[in-house]
Each structure stands twice: as structure tokens, then as C-alpha cells.
């Protein structure tokens, strides 16, 4: 892949937003690449958990005499045994990384159980087989508490979320109850969502080696930094003393952002035992062990003019966090920013359950607010007569709608019309049930997608050799959004080398810190630092006189040097913590100047059996308006990554907690429904490409954008096919016959 | 234990494993070959498929023992036209379901050739390999990170 | 896991002989639902008798009209057999409804027969469940019955059996052949399963020392038949309702109705009742409707799966219109 002549010129053409083929794309193709499970070690343990199977209460007895006596088994870990961790620490703004314990449980250091799943034994043992198999064995005997687990029960009584500096519980502009009860049109709707898992592949696992105080771990992680962080923590040593690896993970969607117990678990056997512990959680182990998405329910009244100006725009949400942990879900983000209504006022109130802490699951808030949003709108579209996509552009904001702020960019107009025309919404004829292929009803149906941008301290350190080669080094993630290619790009274009020539290496503490892949900033923020430090070198070029014509290998070779390399931050403690304050002050002051959102319109299509109810997506377009597109190929693939898991939350998914009990009962692929070939149609996806302002490179997160939306499209495209408002997902065919 | 030959990839494998081993773990574990991946050990994602004796299998339900003498294909063992078509359409991103995916494609060509129908045959795809017939025998391979048109568009490429 | 032992069988005789003699034995066909179990610790053998390679993989066809199936024909051999495609298509069509392809082609007949419930409290170790200990209570009942029946249910367990194939068999007077050391007998498929009553354990009328042999479809009454499966998504999941259907019409009446439902009874339920009201009727979309709504009239349901009654009747009369105004099916 590196290219050994150095080039002499660097008149070349821009890669950046080009259909580049992924860098790791024929490792991934032939089996090459090594996710966490395929690591070994010699003298190798093999662990795995013992989940509780009561939602609250004490152990009073744990007897491992039958698990022990499993011919492999090393040891099994109990409260009893267990070494001591430490617990983890509450929430500060100094140190983000404490926002990445899973729930403040100190596992194996109590005899209280918090929710029916909660791990309560280790077995370590020669073999997987061994271990699985001695830990079905351990007889656990438990004096119960009693507990809250039924949201549904629960959500009457939930109560409000306060405001933080990073999340607003609530928010209002004028007084939008006067306004909706004097509104000549209106509609006032209740929706619910279930609770949804994340369901990557790949399942969580983990290979953890003591060498004296220092601890290497092998981890599916979508946060290599703050596993680190809380690891030291957790075993009381120092940050630099613990190393994460993670150069490929399967998927992760959020359910890999948080440190949940089976990290913590594999560490501390491995500690006790003294031996390297690989702990690769079953399917079921993952559902019980970390926590998915939270259910919802939400109300939206919308009070509208006749003409369709909407007076006031109401959405409040219930959503849980674990009695142990979770954060809020901005349910209503969406609702302060995507219609110019007179009025606003949004809510978001909290339950807490013994459950396992909710987990951020892409678009967390978003996802399911849009969902009650823009069905509402659909609805109110509806009440009026109105060609729904003419409502919201009727409705579409010159500043935004819940503070005045100024959009960074904004074209969501644009994108309704170019997505309208590729799809042909002009050949819907508007009343229900009026399309029909043969026996199929046809329905077709429009929504928003909004997620806000954000960006995150990166660090890189980029090393141009005089080969003509450019490495750099940045602690990111890869989990499929192509982070290595994009970065090689962004360095090729910024150096004016060949993209072949640029490698990155990431996935690994030791690198640069940077980011965790979540809230869709990873990309941006590493590029922003990326580019910094290509600028760097530029200016270190220069003083080394470099011509315009001259290649930076030229330069190099010229002057003798075999390598120039620049940092952009630093990764010392000190060098850190200023680093994490400069980015709070700084977000914050461009937070309170700019409203920055990728946004999208999605059309889609579907058939509903008339007999049986059931439903099948037969179409999908979607226009985006996501700033700066780095690589057409990845970027699309991840847009459309996100509609389909939308199209399973819309239709199918569900995780079902027993509200007798709290457990779940479908921890499996086979009873949990995510969408397979099958269920999806062709997507058809495009972009503006029209750069943000005020982001690097123009560039606007779209890691999470394309979910959003996509359920309330389905919905309002039902509704149309059939003529029935089904405001409780999934849209099971039940609810359609 | 039990003494088991395990022929994968053309090459003779004697190993020593419990009756319990499935042949994923056999392959991943014993054998090394670890581009076979485990997504759910319960049959139902197929991020374990292989090729026994050309035909597709999830290898989580398959005990090792049961397959001595079988031919093998993994991943490792494949060489195909269609890996390259993966990556020009990008039909992956995480990377963790495509091997099975791979397997099963190469399954699923030959399954075709050979006149195995499926649900949808007969509802007006005759006997071209349409997108409709390859989502339906594909659907036993999941991918979480959504490249299913990738994936489609990819075999479609090889499959002429 | 538990631990156990295997045995490869190398003919018939041998694989009964290890049955006989081994008190906790169980055969192994495909495994894709025994190693399933097994791993989660419901099925717990001490003894594992693999029968994959029994000489019993032949698609025969017998004089008279009809067709042997060997037990351990593999389901996708079943489906794309030429004689199972022409004379039973919903034969063909109700496996390739089932499972994935991967699955397809490891399971066998014998293990598709047998195959156990999805009720996922039976899953559930830690969950009360008739089935799996008798006497401990179901938890099914209060709890998520999305997938379990509403017909030939009991107090005492209401899980639903989940084959596609069966329900197919059902239709067409499928018979079980059985052999053991003692002997070789014939047990009609609708016989097959058990309903369960005060005993769920007992699922059928198998001997735990027998072996499935072969199944054998007598001469269809017709080959306009066919199999519609209604589930969550659109491949890859059980089903909720199923209908596996045959019609004769002359002159606009039925002359022979063949009917039989899947996921919504504890074994794969003959629809006898229908086919009463069908025969002789009138082939309208109303007789269908009164067929469907004589088969369910003695249906009972939980919260969870009270739409299954609706979507039964439903797919019953969709079934028979396609099957009527379908050409090709003919
Ligand atoms: C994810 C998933 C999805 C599935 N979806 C469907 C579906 O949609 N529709 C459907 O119908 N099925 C479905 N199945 C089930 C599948 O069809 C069955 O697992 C399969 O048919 C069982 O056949 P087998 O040969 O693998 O049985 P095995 O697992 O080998 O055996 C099952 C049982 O039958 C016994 N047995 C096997 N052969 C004989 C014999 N000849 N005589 C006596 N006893 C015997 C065994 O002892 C065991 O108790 C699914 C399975 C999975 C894992
Ligand atoms: S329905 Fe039957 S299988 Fe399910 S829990 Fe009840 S007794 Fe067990
Ligand atoms: S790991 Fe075998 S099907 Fe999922
Ligand atoms: S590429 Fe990630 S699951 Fe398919």
C-alpha cells in the first residue's frame, strides 16, 4: 500500500470526498483483520460470566462447589473472593472519562444485586467451553428487595431532568400552552418506543495481561481513552501503566461507548488469577450485562394558524436511567430546532428502574424524537390539507426557532428538493389508500433528520519521511466508518501527497488521544487536528525553503533530514486536562453563537399486505445536507448503515424486559428482529455537499444523522398506505389489521 | 477427548478436542483460523458461515466431530472475484459479518447454478439471479452496520 | 454445555442398538436445534448417537403416486427435489420459508419434526416452564406470548410447535415411519405431536428409543398447493401464522380442501373443521371466510397473540383466493 518513489511535484488532484476503496478493505475481505476475541496470549484463561436472576435483593449464599469442580476451571470469582476495585467516580467536567462508567456497580465487591442480569460470578477456566459450562453450574440463593421495573407502570410518575451545562432537560419560548389551546388547528398525540439493543456482530470481549501494576487489554471499545482513564481508576494505578487495544471493532453503535462489566470483570480476573483472561460475552451475556436503549413515551400537540404557521410546537418525553447509572436521552433535541413555531416548549422527565443504566444508542434522543415529531407533523399536515413537505417548508427557520441563534448552514429546503424530485413525490396522489400495486396497498411517506454537530479534543502526531511517506498517529476508532481511509485523505490533500502514501495508525492507548467514536465527532474533530498539524509541517517546509513546485519528500531529501514530524496537543496529564478545558471553553462559546445540525429529508415507500398487515419498505430516498463529504463510498455506506437500522426500529425491533420481573427475554438474534436482506430495498442516497462555515474542512458528523427521521417517514408512509396513525412502535403487523 | 480430523482449506488437521467443540470453535480456537467470526452462537446472524463440501453451514451449530472428513472452506481458504467486488462497493464497514457473508455468497452462486430455488422464485424472477433472489438467500446473514445494498450490488457484479 | 459423549452411528441397526441401551441418549441429525439447546443447557445428553450419516437420504417414488422421504434428507435437498416441486409445492415451499439457507442445509427431516418450541420462557433456565420441568409452572402464561398458539393450548402450557415443514406434512396425510429394536411402525403426522394437555413434557409419540426413519406423502390430491408463511420480518424468523393449503375446484366448487396451520398450536394443526365447511362449497372468498371462521371458533388467547386469531382467519382466506385465482400454482 505505501508507495516508495517519492514524487518530485505535488500538482495532483483533491481525494478529499472521492469514492477512495477503504484502506483495511481487503483485510476485512479475506479474514485477515484481527478483532479483539482473535487475540492471544500464552497461558491463556478463558472467562465467563454468571448473571443474577432477580432484579433486587442480597445474595445470602453462592455455592461454586459443582462450577469448581469442572475439570479446566482455574477459579471462580465471587464477592466472596474477588479482589477489591475501586469504585468509580461520579460525573466531573474535568475528567469527560467519568462519563464512561456503565453504571456505578462495583462488581464482585457487593452482595446487593441492582438488576436481573447483573454479573455476580466469574468463572475463569482453561477453555471457553469449560468456563461457559461450570457457570451454568453456580447455585446462587438471594434475599429479594423490592423493585421497580415496568416503565409502563412507572412513566406516570416520572420526574423532570434538570438542566447541565452539556443537556437541557427543558426549554421554552413564549408560552406555548396558551398557544395551542387557542390554536384553530391542532393535534395532540402520545407515542411510545420500546427499548432497543444495539446488537453488533461482533460481541463485546475482552483479553486483559497483568505484567506487575501494568495492565495491556484487549478490547471491543468504541472509547480506547476513557477505557484507559477508568481502568487506572477502577485498579488504582496510574493512566500511563494501562494500555487499550482496539485496532478493528465489529460494529458498535454506542453499545461500546461505556466501560461495562465485562471489561472490568476480565481485568480483575486476570488480576486474581495472576493469569491473561479473554472474556468473549455471549449473545445473552451482552443483553443482560449493557444497557441498550431506553423506552419513551412522548406527547407532541402542535397548534397551527389555518395556513399552516404553527403557533405552538409542545414535546415532552419520558424516557429510564437505571437506578445504577444511564444518561438522559434529548429526546426533544430536535423539537427546539426544526420548526419556526411561535411558541415552544419541550420536557424531558425521568424514570429510574432497577434495570441495567440505558446505554446512548445512535442518535440517542434524536432517534426516537423525531420518530413523535415528525408523525405529528404528518398528522397535523393532515388536519390542514397541506402537502406535507409544503408545511415544513411553510415552517422552515431563517434563525434558530428556540433562541435566535444563528445556523452555522442550513438547506434543508434544498435537500426536500432535490430528494423530492429523485424520488417522484409528485406522483403521490395525498389521500390514504389511494395507491395500489395489485393487491399491495402503496403508501408514501416523508420525515426530517436532524443531529446536532459537535467536535472533541484530537490529538496527532504526523511524521512526513523522506521516502515520500506520511504516517500518522491518532488514537481513534474503527468501526466501520472508514475513519482510517478519511484521515488518509484529509492528510493526502492537506500535504498534496498521494493518498497511497499516507497510513494511519490508530486503535491503541499508546497513540494520541482522541475522541471515542460516538455523537458523531470523531471524524471532524480528528481532521480538525489533522489539519493543524499538516499546516505545521507546511510552515516547517517553508523555513526549509521549500519551493512551490517541490514535493515535501524533495524538501527532505534536499536537506538530508530522513523525517520532519509535528505534534498537534499533548498527551501528558497536564497537557490533557488543558487540553479538555480549552475544548469545554471553546465549545461552549461556540455553542452559545452558533446552531450547527446535520439535517436530511427522507422519502420513503411501502407495500402493506391488506390481508395480513404486513409491511415491507419497497423504496427509500434520502437527501442530506451534512457539510463536507470526505469519501463519497464510506460516507454513503454510512448513511444508509443508518436508515436500515431506522427501518428495524420502525418495524421490528424490540427488547422485551418482563415487567413481572425485569429480565429479559429475548437475548438472542433469533427472537430479537433486526432487519435482514430481505427487508431492505435498494437506498438511494445524496448529498449537498455544501461545506459548513464553521467546522473544519467544512465537515459535519453523519454518523448518526440518516437514523433520524426514519421512523416517523415509515409511520407517515403507513398511514398513507392503510389510513391508520400507528403510534406505537415497532409497527408490528398487528397494530395494522 | 476425542482424536478428530478436520480437513479445511485442502490441509489435514488432527486435533484432540472435547465431543462439545463446534466446528467454529474448533476453527477459531484450535486452528487458528480466526476470519471465521462468532456473532451469536445460536444460529441466527451467520457470521460463522462455511463451506462443507461447497455447501453453506453455520459452523456455531455444527459440531466439529460430526464434519471429520468433510471439506472445509473458510474465508482463508477463498479465492474469489467476489472479495475485490466487496470492496469496490463497499459492502462492509465494520467488517465482522463479512466473511460469512463472503461464504454465503459463494454458497449461494453455486446453490443457484445448481437450480435450488428459493421463497421468492416463481414470483416472476424466472431464473436470473435478480436483487429480489439474492436478498431472500442471503438472508441468512445478517449485518448490523446496515451494507446489505453493497453487499447486493457486489454479488449482482459477479454474478453477471 | 454438558459434557457428553458421541457415537458415530455406520448403519441403522447400530444407532438403535446405542439408543436402547443408553438410558440419556439423544439422536443427532443436523444439529442446528439439538446443539442449540444443548449449549443453553436444556437439553442435557450423556450420550450424543450422530445419525447424519445413516443411509436414509433418498427421495423415492412409491407405486401409486406418492413419495418416501428418508429422515435424514437434509431440507434443502427436500425443497429442490423436482417430484417434491411438481407434486407438493407446498412442501417446497413451506422449508424454503423456513430458517436461512446455512440452516436449510444442515437440518434434516427427522430433526425438523422433532424440533422443540420457541417460547422463550422454555428458553429461559431461569424461568418456571412446564415443558422443560414438569410441575414448575408457565411462565408464558402473564408474560410475552407473541409466538405461541391459540388453538389445543392448556392451562398447563401454550407453546407453539415452530416448523414450517410439518405444517406442510400436516396438510398432505404425511406418515411417520418409526423404527427401534423393536420394530418398525407408522404413526400418521397429525398424530405425531401430542397436545399437551397436563403433560407438556411428552411432546410425541415417539419412544425415546426410536428412530425417524423416513415420511411418506401418499398421491396429492392435487398439485395446486402452497405454503404462506406471516412472520416479523421478511426472511429469517418464525412464523406467527402459517397456512399450508391444497384446492381442487370444479365447475366453481370445491371438490378437495387440504388445510393445515402453523404457529398457532402446539403441534401443526390439521384444519379439519375448515376443510368440512369447504368441501363441496361454493369457491368463494365467503365460503373461505366461513371455513376460516369454523376452524378458529374454538381459539383462546392471551394479550400477546389475540391478533393471532384475526391473522389466522385472514391468512386462511388469502391463501385459498391466491390459490383460486393463481394459475401458475395449478
Ligand atoms: C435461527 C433459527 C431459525 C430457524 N427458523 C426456522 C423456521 O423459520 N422454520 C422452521 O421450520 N424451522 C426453523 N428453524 C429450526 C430448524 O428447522 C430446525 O432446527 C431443524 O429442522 C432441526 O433439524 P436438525 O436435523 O438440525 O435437528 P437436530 O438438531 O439434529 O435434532 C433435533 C431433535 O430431533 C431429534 N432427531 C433428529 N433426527 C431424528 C430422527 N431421525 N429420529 C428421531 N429423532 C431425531 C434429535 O434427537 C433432537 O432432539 C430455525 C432454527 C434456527 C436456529
Ligand atoms: S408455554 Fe409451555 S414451553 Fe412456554 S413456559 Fe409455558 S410450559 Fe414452558
Ligand atoms: S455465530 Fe453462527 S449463526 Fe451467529
Ligand atoms: S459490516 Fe458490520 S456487521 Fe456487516
Known sequence: ?737 | MAEVRLRVNGADHPLDIQPQVSLLDALREHLGLTGTKKGCDQGACGACTVLADGERINSCLALAVQYEGAEITTIEGIDHPLQAAFVRHDGFQCGYCTSGQICSAVGMLAEHKEGMPSAVTGQGSGSHLSGAEIRERMSGNLCRCGAYNGIVEAIQEVAG | MRTFSYVRAPDVETALRTIATEPNAKFLGGGTNLVDLMRENIERPDVVVDISRLPLTGIDELPGGGVRIGALVRNSSLAAHPLVRTRYPVVSQAVLGGASAQLRNMATVGGNLLQRTRCLYFYDEASACNKREPGSGCSALGGFTRNHGVLGVSDHCIAAHPSDLCVALAALDAEVEVESTRGTRRIPLTEFHHLPGSTPHVETALAPDELVTSVELPAPVTTRSRYRKVRDRASYAFALVSVAAALEVRDDTVTAARLALGGVAPKPWRATEAERVLLGAPATEESFRSAAEAELASATSQDGNDFKIELARRTIVATLRDLLTDRSAA
Open chain 1, 1 to 737: 500500500m505505501t508507495q516508495t518513489l517519492p514524487e518530485t511535484t505535488t500538482t495532483r488532484e483533491s481525494v478529499v470526498g472521492k469514492p477512495v476503496d477503504r484502506v483495511d478493505g481487503t483485510a476485512k475481505t479475506t479474514g485477515e483483520a484481527r478483532f479483539t476475541a482473535e487475540f492471544s496470549h500464552p497461558d491463556l484463561t478463558h472467562a465467563a460470566l454468571v448473571h443474577a436472576t432477580v432484579s433486587r435483593g442480597r445474595i445470602t449464599a453462592i455455592d461454586t462447589s459443582a462450577a469448581s469442580a469442572v475439570p479446566g476451571v482455574v477459579t471462580v470469582l465471587t464477592h466472596h473472593n474477588a479482589p477489591a476495585l475501586k469504585s468509580p467516580r461520579k460525573v466531573t467536567p474535568t475528567d469527560l472519562s467519568t462519563m464512561a462508567s456503565g453504571t456505578s456497580v462495583n462488581y464482585l465487591n457487593t452482595d446487593e444485586v441492582h438488576w436481573d442480569g447483573q454479573p455476580i460470578a466469574v468463572v475463569v477456566a482453561e477453555s471457553a467451553l469449560a468456563a461457559r459450562e461450570a457457570a451454568a453450574l453456580v447455585r446462587v440463593t438471594y434475599e429479594t428487595a423490592e423493585s421497580t421495573v415496568d416503565f409502563t407502570a412507572e412513566e406516570p410518575a416520572a420526574k423532570p431532568q434538570k438542566n447541565n451545562l452539556v443537556m437541557q432537560g427543558s426549554a421554552k419560548k413564549g408560552d406555548a400552552e396558551a398557544a395551542f389551546t387557542a390554536a384553530p388547528v391542532k393535534v395532540d398525540r402520545r407515542f411510545t418506543t420500546p427499548p432497543l439493543h444495539h446488537n453488533a456482530i461482533e460481541p463485546h470481549a475482552t483479553l486483559a495481561v497483568w505484567d506487575g501494576d501494568r495492565l495491556t487489554v484487549h478490547d471491543a471499545t468504541q472509547s480506547i481513552d476513557w477505557l484507559r482513564s477508568h481502568l487506572a481508576l477502577r485498579f488504582g494505578i496510574p493512566t500511563r501503566s494501562v494500555r487499550v487495544i482496539a485496532p478493528f471493532v465489529g460494529g458498535g453503535f454506542g453499545g461500546k461507548g461505556f466501560i461495562w462489566a465485562g471489561t472490568i470483570l476480565t481485568a480483575l480476573a486476570a488480576r486474581a488469577t495472576g493469569r491473561p483472561v479473554r472474556l468473549v460475552l455471549t449473545r445473552e451475556s451482552v443483553y443482560r450485562t449493557v444497557g441498550g436503549r431506553t423506552p419513551s413515551t412522548q406527547r407532541v400537540a402542535l397548534g397551527a394558524r389555518t395556513d399552516g404557521t404553527l403557533t405552538s410546537l409542545i414535546h415532552t418525553s419520558v424516557t429510564r436511567l437505571g437506578r445504577v447509572g444511564g444518561t438522559p436521552e434529548a429526546v426533544t433535541s430536535q423539537s427546539k430546532h426544526l420548526y419556526a413555531a411561535e411558541n415552544i416548549l419541550v420536557r424531558q422527565n425521568l424514570v429510574e428502574l432497577d434495570l441495567v443504566s440505558n446505554a446512548a444508542m445512535r442518535a440517542p434522543g434524536e432517534a426516537i424524537g423525531t420518530f413523535a415529531l415528525e408523525a405529528s407533523i404528518d398528522e397535523l399536515a393532515y388536519e390542514l390539507g397541506m402537502d406535507p413537505i409544503e408545511l415544513r417548508m411553510h415552517n422552515e427557520p431563517e434563525r434558530n426557532p428556540i433562541d435566535g441563534k444563528q445556523f452555522a448552514r442550513r438547506h434543508l429546503r434544498e435537500a426536500y428538493r432535490v430528494g423530492a424530485e429523485r424520488f417522484g413525490w409528485a406522483d403521490r396522489t395525498p389521500e390514504p389508500r389511494s395507491m395500489r400495486d395489485g393487491r399491495w396497498l402503496v403508501g408514501m411517506g416523508v420525515a426530517s433528520a436532524f443531529h446536532p454537530s459537535m467536535l472533541f479534543v484530537a490529538n496527532v502526531v504526523v511524521r512526513l519521511s523522506v521516502d515520500g511517506t506520511v504516517l500518522v498517529h491518532c488514537g481513534l476508532q474503527e468501526m466501520g466508518m472508514g475513519s482510517a481511509t478519511v484521515q488518509a485523505q484529509v492528510a493526502a490533500d492537506a500535504l498534496g501527497v498521494p493518498v497511497e502514501s499516507v497510513r494511519v495508525e490508530y486503535g491503541d492507548s499508546t497513540l494520541p488521544m482522541a475522541p471515542g467514536a460516538g455523537g458523531s465527532m470523531q471524524t471532524a474533530s480528528v481532521a480538525n487536528s489533522l489539519l493543524a498539524a499538516c499546516e505545521k509541517l507546511e510552515r516547517k517546509l517553508t523555513k526549509l525553503g521549500r519551493s512551490p513546485q517541490e514535493s515535501p519528500a524533495a524538501v527532505l531529501a534536499r536537506e538530508g533530514l530522513p523525517s520532519l514530524e509535528v505534534s498537534v496537543g499533548s498527551d501528558t496529564r497536564l497537557g490533557r486536562m488543558a487540553g479538555q478545558l480549552r475544548f469545554m471553553s471553546k465549545f461552549l462559546m461556540d455553542q452559545r453563537r452558533w446552531m450547527k445540525a446535520a439535517l436530511g429529508a427522507h422519502f420513503c415507500e411501502v407495500r402493506v399486505d391488506p390481508d395480513t398487515g404486513e409491511v415491507r419498505v419497497s423504496r427509500w430516498t434520502a437527501s442530506f445536507d451534512v457539510g463536507r463529504v470526505l469519501n463519497a463510498k464510506t460516507a454513503t455506506s454510512q448513511l444508509k448503515g443508518g436508515i436500515v437500522m431506522g427501518i428495524g426500529m420502525a418495524l421490528a425491533e424490540q427488547t422485551l424486559i418482563d415487567p413481572r420481573n425485569g429480565r429479559i427475554m429475548n437475548p438472542s438474534l433469533a427472537e430479537y428482529h433486526v432487519p435482514v436482506h430481505a427487508d431492505i430495498p435498494p437506498i438511494d442516497i445524496t448529498y449537498l455537499d455544501e461545506p459548513d462555515p464553521t467546522m473544519p474542512l467544512g465537515l459535519v458528523g453523519i454518523g448518526e444523522v440518516s437514523i433520524t427521521g426514519v421512523a416517523g417517514a415509515i409511520a407517515n408512509a403507513i398511514h398513507h398506505a392503510t389510513g391508520k396513525r400507528i403510534r406505537d412502535l415497532p409497527i408490528t403487523l398487528d397494530k395494522l389489521l
